[in-house]
């Protein structure tokens, strides 16, 4: 399935009216050609993201914060108030870049 055919099932689920739709589309084509870092995007990116909540943001970045970032998208069936249909399309726009380990201790040639 294309993010096109997931965001047309988003769109008649909800309450969006057709000239909100081709501006929600324009924005969803440009993040779609760039996709943002979960564990690096701000509010103000993912407040870019039209079909998400002031509440879905909180506790997506609410969970990156606990669990130090993500590991993978699946981890966004842990977002409680992600719908079914935000989770499909979440993943066209976003993707979740591996998480650099920082040493808590200095080696030994840096000291």
Known sequence: MTWE?????FYAESDI???DKEE??????E???HPLDLNTATREDLERIPFLTEAQIEELQAYIYQ???MQTLGELSMIESLDAT???LLPYFVYVAPIAE???FPSLSTI
Do not use: D, T, V
Not at 5 to 9: A, R, T
Not at 24 to 29: G, K
């Open 102 to 104: 920082s040493k808590s």
């Open 24 to 29: 929600i589309f324009a924005i969803l084509s």
């Open 67 to 69: 669990y130090h970032g």
């Open 17 to 19: 009216n057709e000239s």
């Open 31 to 33: 993040l779609a050609e």
């Open 5 to 9: 055919e997931c965001f047309e099932q």
């Open 86 to 88: 935000r989770r499909a």
